[in-house]
């Protein structure tokens, strides 16, 4: 009977992939409940949680590559008839089983990590065309400031603006970065939907493999 109790797991996820998972939950969670202005001023969470994540992401870009197995995208990344067929099966009750990541994970995976890496790089923009944030003195944030503030002495002859500045192109970034987060945060329910009809059709708990780093072994 104890052989029944105690099934034999293996270990999959390793400690950064999941201190990274979770820090990236909390991290998105303080970012987007904190993004509402502070008078003139965006608040520190919400900047820090963006830089807390885009440090995670770097990180775990050159984990694809360098990380193990089950951690690298070759491992995760198939081909698009695969993952629709994986869905199908999904939903039918009979899909294969991965021990890493399913092929509809790694489309999630990689839909996340592409929303993310979007909403901070608009932010970015944005926060520096405030005169804040690493960008803040880059050329180009520097040339569209002049030119909002009709201020020639960073414009160069014939260049007109294309990022922020008087063309309403700030406003555009704003809209495009919280596109981008409601994006990431449907992305998320979506991620949750389907780590639950997962953990229902192959009779685990990937929560917790999540938090052990362990999955069953078959």
Same mark, same amino acid.
């Given at each position: 009977?104890?052989?029944? !109790?105690? $099934?034999? *797991?293996?270990?999959?996820?390793?400690?950064?992939?999941?201190?990274?998972?979770? &820090?990236?939950?909390? &991290?998105? &969670? +303080?970012?987007?409940?904190?993004?509402?202005?502070?008078?003139?001023?965006?608040?520190?969470?919400?900047?820090?949680?963006?830089?807390?994540?885009?440090?995670?992401?770097? /990180?775990?870009? +050159?984990?694809?590559?360098?990380?193990?197995?089950?951690?690298?995208? &070759?491992?995760?990344?198939?081909?698009?008839?695969?993952?629709?067929?994986?869905?199908?099966?999904?939903?039918?009750?009979?899909? $294969?089983?991965?021990?890493?990541?399913?092929?509809?994970?790694?489309?999630?995976?990689?839909?996340?990590?592409?929303?993310?890496?979007?909403? +901070?790089?608009?932010?970015?923009?944005?926060?520096?065309?405030?005169? $804040?944030?690493?960008?803040?003195?880059?050329? /180009?944030?520097?040339?569209?400031?002049?030119?909002?503030?009709?201020?020639?002495?960073?414009?160069?002859?014939?260049?007109?603006? *294309?990022?922020?500045?008087?063309?309403?192109?700030?406003?555009?970034?704003?809209?495009?970065?919280?596109?981008?987060?409601?994006?990431?945060?449907?992305?998320?329910?979506?991620?949750?939907?389907?780590?639950?009809?997962?953990?229902?059709?192959?009779?685990?708990?990937?929560?917790?493999?999540?938090? *052990?780093?362990? !999955?069953?072994?078959?």
């Amino acid at each position: 009977m104890s052989s029944d !109790k105690v $099934k034999p *797991t293996i270990r999959v996820w390793d400690p950064f992939i999941r201190f990274g998972h979770w &820090a990236i939950v909390l &991290a998105f &969670a +303080i970012s987007y409940v904190t993004a509402e202005d502070e008078g003139d001023n965006v608040s520190a969470l919400h900047v820090w949680g963006g830089y807390v994540i885009g440090a995670i992401l770097a /990180i775990r870009i +050159i984990w694809g590559f360098a990380g193990p197995r089950y951690a690298r995208f &070759a491992d995760f990344i198939y081909n698009p008839i695969t993952v629709v067929r994986y869905l199908v099966c999904l939903i039918r009750g009979n899909a $294969k089983r991965y021990i890493g990541h399913s092929p509809a994970g790694g489309v999630m995976v990689i839909a996340l990590m592409l929303s993310l890496l979007g909403t +901070i790089g608009t932010g970015l923009v944005v926060y520096g065309a405030e005169g $804040k944030g690493p960008l803040a003195q880059s050329p /180009i944030v520097l040339i569209q400031r002049a030119y909002a503030n009709g201020d020639t002495e960073y414009a160069r002859p014939g260049q007109r603006g *294309t990022v922020v500045g008087e063309n309403g192109n700030e406003e555009l970034f704003e809209n495009l970065h919280n596109f981008l987060a409601n994006l990431t945060l449907t992305l998320i329910g979506l991620h949750v939907l389907g780590v639950g009809a997962a953990s229902v059709v192959h009779r685990e708990n990937l929560v917790q493999s999540m938090l *052990t780093g362990r !999955k069953r072994l078959e």
